[in-house]
T-cell receptor
Framework: DSGVTQTPKHLITATGQRVTLRCSPRSGDLSVYWYQQSLDQGLQFLIQYYNGEERAKGNILERFSAQQFPDLHSELNLSSLELGDSALYFC?????????????FGQGTRLTVV | QKEVEQDPGPLSVPEGAIVSLNCTYSNSAFQYFMWYRQYSRKGPELLMYTYSSGNKEDGRFTAQVDKSSKYISLFIRDSQPSDSATYLCAMSFGYGANSKLTFGKGITLSVRP
């Protein structure tokens, strides 16, 4: 168990809908990363927050947004969902560790858009 | 060109074989090189990391970085069925909690008993 909690584990929703994925970090981790994993694209970086502020952005669609709250938990909002958004969504949290970003991943949220 | 390219899979080997997993990258600014292992239905977990060039050994696992060739490898000796998983290489520019990781696509390894 990595100590990173993601909810829900599974989500099935219809096209056009909006969903919110939640991530609770390990105690003391200030950084949250969101990744999308699909079979053909692998693990794609979406966005990173550090201590409440957006720090880096990847190939995140405009329909997607995220935020990190004062208690350091984070939410990823996906709107106007399309079939192609079906994927595993991971959050990872990190703290400095001997100069290496050791990211601890949650178990993921499997999103199915029908 | 993708920043990080990983050999496509899947890969199937008999128990006891030596496994070589490889990644190449295009950005010479990467300084930290990591290997993550992902079991089915789980999130990736850090297996090993290396800073800059060189080798690092941990039990049956050896990570190797050649910055001049922009090439990294993970070797698994005496592979076991429990090593069956997806292996992802990852790289970062800096260090600390505010440095993003860029991953390869991953390769699925199956070790046959």
């Amino acid at each position: 168990d990595s100590g990173v909690t993601q909810t829900p584990k599974h989500l099935i929703t219809a096209t056009g809908q909006r969903v919110t994925l939640r991530c609770s970090p390990r105690s003391g981790d200030l950084s949250v990363y969101w990744y999308q994993q699909s079979l053909d694209q692998g693990l794609q970086f979406l966005i990173q927050y550090y201590n409440g502020e957006e720090r880096a952005k990847g190939n995140i669609l405009e329909r997607f947004s995220a935020q990190q709250f004062p208690d350091l938990h984070s939410e990823l909002n996906l709107s106007s969902l399309e079939l192609g958004d079906s994927a595993l969504y991971f959050c990872a949290t990190a703290r400095a560790a001997q100069g290496v970003t050791e990211a601890f991943f949650g178990q993921g949220t499997r999103l199915t858009v029908v | 060109q993708k920043e990080v390219e990983q050999d496509p899979g899947p890969l199937s080997v008999p128990e006891g074989a030596i496994v070589s997993l490889n990644c190449t990258y295009s950005n010479s600014a990467f300084q930290y090189f990591m290997w993550y292992r992902q079991y089915s239905r789980k999130g990736p977990e850090l297996l090993m990391y290396t800073y800059s060039s060189g080798n690092k050994e941990d039990g049956r696992f050896t990570a190797q970085v050649d910055k001049s060739s922009k090439y990294i490898s993970l070797f698994i000796r005496d592979s076991q069925p429990s090593d069956s998983a997806t292996y992802l290489c990852a790289m970062s520019f800096g260090y600390g909690a505010n440095s993003k990781l860029t991953f390869g696509k991953g390769i699925t390894l199956s070790v046959r008993p």
